[in-house]
């Protein structure tokens, strides 16, 4: 479970346009570093005579996360008087994608920096593509550097412009722009002095404005099984059925059926992990729970309620996906797609379209898909799992392709297919 108070943002962007910049001063300018480390960074940067940046912040923190003297390793925090905000991983990168994909870290918004100096540059636009994929759209776009452009308000209102139509192209909508310079601390935390022109909202101020994106607790229950453990109680052998609970809940008595086995029974107990024993439990908690009957269930399965929707169980799906593997996607090779708890063997079957998120141009079959594409393709997987389609039920029709070990891409489900040919 996550605090209500906490919210989770990406900052996306082409590399050098000023990310950690941006992330180190709003860390400086909350006061969330920890005691003398601003301080002991500029002492560095003095004794080796190089001018201080604020992105070595976010190296020296990092650099301490490495040897383990904070707790948690992928992620920086800074904290407002509203709440905490968590950074994750850029997007364009693996572990973003399996966080988003896995539920371990999902992103509620996200902050899109453009260089001023530089303009939009390809990642500018995959990055956003990528996040309108994953449903994420509460962007604010920061045209950075803007000291580098003498705060010069027609070069940014044509970033702006230009950036609009893009996004208009992918059915976006940026929540805000606004122009900032990460190195001298513009429109960050408090208005600039530099662009009298601007007097809007300051960075700060856009992201406690965003919503927190509550937990889909009002849409059907969806819970992929991942471990069943067996233990006695009063001489009988029971088993609790375990898992992350999705999107939904699940009440003692409800009847829940488990997919793709399609087999049922009802729930007799919800057994608490660190909590105390309760009779309903909903989406984003760790749970589990026991059988009136002993039914065999698997890893894999996904529980759900007999009263509301099923989700679709099939070996053949269409999906949309983006190709971060430094091999391209091929038909002759096998790999493996997780989707839930569930993972089993794909191939790539037919590729319907390629998109090169950058500049929106289409192809038809190229024979691979390459690093950076999105594409719509068919995978044959060699067992039927279950899952949800992307305009139903986001969150259980997220899938991951891994290729030798190594999460390559990832994706949604967008149509369940009929098997037209066995696996071999
Ligand atoms: P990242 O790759 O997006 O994380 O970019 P960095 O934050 O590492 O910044 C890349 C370079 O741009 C560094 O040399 C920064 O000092 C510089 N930079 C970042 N923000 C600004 C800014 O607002 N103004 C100026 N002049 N330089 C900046």
Known sequence: SRGDQDMNIVIAGHVDHGKSTIIGRLLADTDSLPEGKLESVKETCRRNSKPFEYAFLLDALKDEQDQGITIDSARVFFETDLRKYIILDAPGHIEFLKNMVTGAARAEAALLVIDADEGIQENSKRHCYMLSMLGIDQVAVLVNKMDLVDYDEETYRKIVADYTEFLEEIGM?????????????????????????????????????????????????????????????GGDDRRIISGTIESGQVSVGDEVVFYPSGKSSTVKSIEGFNRPDTDTIGAGYSTGFTLDEQIFIKRGEVATLADEKDPHSAARIKTNLFWLGKEPLTKDKEYHLKLGTSKVKARLEKIERVIDASDLSQSEDKGQVELHDVAQCVFKLDSAISFDLANELEHSSRFVIVDDYEIAGGGLVEESLEDEQSWV
Do not use: C, H
């Open 173 to 233: 909508e940026a929540s805000s722009f606004i122009p900032v310079s990460g190195m001298e601390g513009d429109n960050l935390a408090s208005l600039s002095d530099n662009m009298l022109w601007y007097e809007e909202e300051t960075v700060l101020d856009l992201l406690d404005s965003f919503k927190s994106q509550p937990l889909p607790e009002n849409k059907p229950f969806r819970m992929p099984v991942q471990d069943v453990y067996k233990f006695t109680r």
